[in-house]
């Protein structure tokens, strides 16, 4: 099956606007900075002994440079790539292996879960950046090793009831539309069936309509990977369950978990579980909030579903986790990223390796798997930001940006409500405009609905298109009805410590509050800040 709505090719379009910059300082702060070698040694030697995660941090950076380098071609990012990709495999041992855990280790701890973004990424790079025989021949030698050791048994590893090793499926899938071998799709097919979990079957649950706090022990993250992994399987197999678990999913999650910054997850100290999140983000008893994991999980999720489904919903979901949680997560030098987000009643943003003292030095090497995962949410905002469809384009973001040849996007959005599209292309097409369903917009002065705006006609180059948004601060109402929220437009509002004296640079302000973005951006413990407010104060 092919995706309904899917990416430009890679290089044609470049953001402007503050998620482009965010984007470009986070290749100069943090992943030009990277020391690669010590990502991928620790495949060399083997040496994670101790059950531990450094497996992931291989993948989930080099993800962040492939789609970085995709949207900039950078040379430098290039070479970081080429020279890693074949670190790794010399690290693949003859047995087809590529694991950081010794021998007597593997299949232990989070070690599937590792060889999971190290399959990913051989894809990845395989799709995105060099299509030699030898990068696939790797990754299928590398998922073959794993299904012998397992004897196709992967749920019954691993963390989280089996979860973790379980989110391998959408790898297994992806590799199996690479090489066109049955064996990979069989192994796709009897991990599906089996859940992904030794506990019960978590996607015949969210069929049946359980919560996300319901299914398995919660874990966010994990899980929502996992329902990657039937998206993709949907794909090959056109099973209506698995496209309807994976809907249901999406939507039991938006409208339970996911907190009005866009970001999700809460319960442990970490901020990692679903667990009515939702309802419980006014309180300061439910554990850490908004793993930043969780939000770039969460908005992969959202572009596999809305590729697949072509729904709005999806690409709304996007801009409000995009303009709040995820640049609210960045250090202003765009080196770290917080790991869990401050309680939203009041607190400080905490930078990532400053919280977490016990992965600052060796053996993690000052990583976390927030800094890792942050780079790679910025890094799907090209991506989303307008699309191919089968009659023309479809505009998802409206900050700056040029796509080549097609269109340009210029006003200053999201600080500023007015947008004005520039068509670069000639011909017959359609223009779908997606319109939140949150805030009311005119298109060249006539009010439209909510979802995507169809506009087609024979287009001459340089016809405009203007927006006009209605950025009105609007309040928003808690699902208990004691606490209140402002928001302007996509962007969340929130009250600074710093309110008498407030940042030079600043997304967006509105009387005593500015943009959540900006709010507690010293990410000092002095430096606190509140989104929502009890009524009785107001």
């Not at 590529?98 to 070690?111: E, F």
């Not at 399959?119 to 299928?140: F, G, K, N, S």
């Not at 002065?445 to 209605?470: A, I, M």
């Not at 609007?474 to 209140?484: D, E, V, Y």
Request: include cysteine.
């Amino acid at each position: 099956m092919k995706e309904i709505i899917k990416p430009l090719p890679r290089g044609v379009l470049h953001l402007n606007g503050v998620l482009g910059k965010a984007l470009d300082k986070t290749i100069e702060g943090r992943l030009k900075k990277v020391d690669y070698k010590k990502l991928t040694d620790v495949f060399r030697y083997r040496t994670e002994t101790d059950n531990a995660w450094r497996c992931e941090f291989f993948g989930k950076i080099l993800r962040s440079v492939i789609f970085a380098w995709r949207s900039t071609q950078d040379p430098e990012l290039k070479k970081i790539l080429d020279h890693s990709i074949q670190a790794i495999l010399e690290a693949q041992t003859p047995d087809g292996i590529i694991s950081s855990y010794p021998h007597d280790l593997q299949l232990k701890g989070w070690d599937i879960w590792g060889r999971k973004y190290v399959l990913l990424t051989l894809l990845e790079y395989y799709d995105e950046v060099d299509p030699r025989p030898e990068i696939l021949l790797a990754a299928a030698r590398h998922a073959d090793a794993l299904l012998r050791q397992t004897n196709g048994k992967i749920q019954n590893y691993g963390e989280h009831q089996g979860m973790a090793a379980s989110s391998i499926l959408r790898g297994l899938v992806r590799l199996y539309r690479a090489t066109g071998e049955k064996h990979h799709l069989d192994a796709a097919r009897t991990l599906a069936q089996a859940g992904c979990c030794w506990t019960h079957d978590i996607f015949k649950a969210a069929w049946n309509g359980f919560l996300p706090s319901e299914l398995a022990n919660g874990k966010s993250y994990e899980m929502t990977s996992c329902f990657q992994g039937i998206v993709e399987l949907y794909k090959v197999t056109q099973d209506p369950f698995f496209l309807e678990s994976a809907v249901r999913y999406f939507e039991a999650v938006r409208d339970h978990e996911i907190f009005i910054t866009g970001s999700g997850g809460l319960k442990d100290c970490m901020g990692e579980l679903w667990y009515n999140g939702k309802s419980r983000q006014m309180r300061q008893d439910c554990g850490g909030i908004g793993e930043t994991c969780v939000t770039v999980t969460w908005l992969a999720y959202c572009r596999c579903i809305h590729e697949l489904t072509g729904n709005s919903s999806p690409a709304d979901e996007m801009e409000r986790a995009f303009y709040n949680a995820l640049l609210g997560s960045i250090s202003q030098d765009g080196s770290n990223f917080i790991h869990t987000n401050p309680m939203l009643t009041g607190g400080a943003k905490i930078l990532s390796t400053d919280q977490i003292g016990v992965i600052t030095g060796s053996p993690y090497d000052g990583h976390d798997c927030c800094r890792a995962q942050g780079p790679y949410g910025l890094s799907l905002a090209p991506m989303i930001a307008v699309m191919a469809t089968e009659h023309g384009y479809a505009v998802n973001l409206y900050e700056d940006l040029e796509a080549q040849n097609i269109l340009k996007i210029e006003g200053g959005y999201p600080a500023n409500s007015s947008v004005q599209i520039t068509v670069l292309q000639e011909g017959d097409f359609e223009l779908a405009l997606r319109i939140p369903a949150d805030f009311a917009c005119k298109v060249d002065g006539k009010g439209v609905s909510s979802g995507y705006h169809r506009l087609r006609h024979d287009w001459k180059s340089g016809e405009k298109v203007l927006l006009d948004f209605d950025f009105t601060e609007r309040t928003i109402l808690s699902p208990c009805k004691q606490w209140k929220a402002f928001q302007c437009g996509p962007v969340v509002m929130a009250e600074d410590h710093r309110t008498g004296n407030p940042p030079e640079e600043i997304l967006h302000r509105s009387g005593n509050r500015m943009d959540y973005a900006t709010a507690g951006n010293l990410f000092s413990v002095d430096n606190t800040l509140r989104v929502w407010f009890p009524i009785k104060e107001l």
